[in-house]
């Protein structure tokens, strides 16, 4: 087994596989991708007959989440060529065109484009065809779970199938059941928080329109006076209808015919269309006050319910299986204390409290109270029209970004950032001070390590950095001399703890050949992956299995890699 690689460990003494996840919707499914990818045994268990066959539901996806699911499997280069990609938005208010935006040009070292909307049933049947080709996981439908009993050794997990009741034990379950969770209610939980008491009336409709790849979102349409409504194209001719309704609508009779063609009519004029799937929506804010209740942790839906605006819901529920993921991998090979899974509610409670804010400012914009709420709403988007800058106040609901752990218990800053006034300037010649300064704006612990394509000393390839984050932890050791930073790298090497750690040495001058000895150099010679992260002369960036930076320092002799390794899985 190498040393430097999540991939294969054994469970340690005491521990029975396998994992068991509850709900096979996409975050359950990612979570089963995940640890399939890693080796460890998973059962997903669903109530359903198996993946849902229609309905675009949670729509778009984020690059991060293409990445997450790219990592683990096929889906996200599958996602990335399946999906739509779109090349701008529009926002309307009644029938005057605001502004337009267009989606910037893709980023050299970018593998996968910004946003792409792909209906949910695509995805879910992407993943589960994955699922199927892989040797340790096992989707079991028509499970629908019945009851959960838990101690210090585990979970014990009742099903009822048409077969009758069966019964599986797990050291840890991952509920992935959903807005009405039935973990979460055997388990006696609350789940805090608010309903809208607004309806929003949701249809995908295959049509030909003459529009482009865009997004385009009206308020107070004379389609839907008083009211939003929403257009987002999808693959296969398929569009994304989203029509927020008034109060006290009869909501039976909005899903009449007559109804439904008098809307569309009304949006895109008269062609012909077919509807291929309609519900109705009540948006809620919900978020349990802890993500983890014994051995069972709750991800997606069934740990925090948001209002879709911007892609907050589903990008943040793979988001969450990517958290958790790897810290079971190293709690199970006992290369971690159990200690560590807490951090999971730590990191993802905080993000799913910020993007449950975020929402929050979304929708009082969208659907501002009478009075002063609405008059500021509707004077924004009046003055947005001759003054641009007033654009900037315009809440369509922002796109989903990866969360930033400022507070988490296992990511450390360098000291010397940490006291300015009696440490970063005190006693440095001007040039490294300008350089510290510079560091201090680079990219911090907590944030995702930036990715950039640099080239292998010894075989001439090109690498991207997206391709050696995810299969352990990753240090990044930026020198300008390569032959010293080499030779930290190999002193510091006999003395690092077990977590598998991978070590590169970033420089623009390759060290002597033969002299690596099992140490990856990547040159860097223009100095844009050092520019990237504002490196000085010998700077470390400690990354997780997850991208995210655990550590770094802006002068380091390597000494303290050890103790940022075990501080990073909660030793």
């Not at 049947?125 to 959960?148: D, M, N």
């Not at 009449?256 to 269309?273: C, D, F, K, M, N």
């Not at 509807?275 to 069972?296: A, D, K, N, T």
């Not at 590169?504 to 223009?526: F, K």
């Amino acid at each position: 087994m190498a040393k430097d690689d999540l991939v294969g460990w054994e469970a340690r003494p005491g521990w029975q596989d396998p994992i068991v996840i509850v709900g096979a919707g996409p975050v359950g499914m990612s979570a089963a991708l995940g640890l399939t990818h890693y080796g460890v045994p998973s059962i997903v268990l669903d109530d359903g007959d198996g993946p849902a066959i229609e309905g675009s539901r949670a729509i778009f996806m984020e690059r991060h989440a293409l990445e997450i699911l790219g990592a683990w499997s096929p889906v996200g280069r599958q996602m990335a060529e399946l999906g739509m990609t779109l090349t701008g938005g529009r926002v309307f208010f009644r029938d005057i065109e605001l502004y337009k935006t267009l989606s910037a040009p893709p980023e050299a070292d970018a593998r996968y484009p910004r946003f792409v909307n792909m209906p949910q049933n695509l995805l879910e049947r992407l993943q589960y065809e994955a699922l199927q080709t892989l040797p340790c996981c096992q989707v079991y439908w028509r499970h629908k779970v019945t009851g959960v009993t838990q101690d210090t050794g585990g979970v014990h997990i009742e099903a009822q199938t048409p077969d009758g009741p069966r019964h599986f034990q797990a050291p840890y379950v991952l509920a992935a059941d959903g807005p009405r969770s039935t973990l979460r209610r055997l388990l006696g939980m609350n789940f805090p928080g608010q309903s809208r008491d607004h309806h929003f009336l949701i249809l995908d409709v295959r049509m030909e329109l003459e529009t482009p790849r865009e997004r385009w979102f009206w308020f107070d349409p004379p389609f839907n006076p008083g009211r939003t409504a929403l257009l987002h194209p999808q693959p296969d001719s398929i569009y994304r209808l989203d029509y927020q309704l008034p109060p006290g609508e009869d909501l039976a009779l909005a899903k009449q015919p007559e109804s439904l063609h008098r809307r569309i009519s009304a949006t895109v004029g008269e062609r012909p269309y077919e509807i291929v799937w309609m519900s109705i929506y009540s948006y809620q804010q919900r978020m349990l006050e802890h993500f983890i209740c014994g051995r069972v942790l709750f991800l997606g839906d069934a740990a925090h319910l948001m209002s879709p605006f911007g892609g907050r819901g589903l990008n943040s529920g793979i988001q969450d299986a990517w958290n958790l993921v790897w810290k079971l991998v190293l709690v199970r090979a006992g290369l971690a204390p159990e200690a560590l899974l807490e951090t999971y509610h730590d990191e993802r409670h905080a993000a799913a409290a910020e993007n449950l804010r975020l929402t929050d400012d979304t929708m009082r914009f969208l659907v501002p109270h009478p009075g002063p709420g609405r008059w500021r709403r509707d004077t924004i988007l009046r003055l947005s029209l001759p003054f641009k800058f007033m654009r900037r106040y315009i809440n369509a609901g922002h796109m989903s970004n990866p969360y930033i752990y400022r507070e988490s218990p296992i990511i450390s800053e360098d000291p010397l950032l940490l006291s300015p006034g009696r440490r970063a300037g005190a006693r440095q010649p001007a040039e490294q001070h300008t350089a510290l300064r510079r560091f201090r704006q680079g990219p911090q612990p907590g944030v995702l390590a930036p990715v950039i394509v640099l080239t292998d000393a010894h075989t001439g390839i090109q690498v991207s950095l997206l391709d050696i984050f995810g299969h352990s932890f990753v240090a990044l050791y930026f020198c300008q001399d390569g032959a010293t930073g080499l030779a930290a790298l190999q002193h510091i090497q006999p003395d690092l703890p077990t977590p598998p750690l991978k070590l590169y040495l970033v420089t623009p001058n390759a060290p002597p050949e033969g002299q690596s000895e099992g140490i990856p150099t990547l040159l860097d010679p223009d100095g844009k992956g050092a520019t990237m992260y504002h490196a000085g002369p010998r700077t470390l960036y400690l990354v997780r299995p997850d991208r995210y930076i655990a550590a770094r320092r802006f002068d380091s002799d390597l000494g303290e890699l050890p103790a940022l390794l075990n501080a990073a899985v909660g030793e």
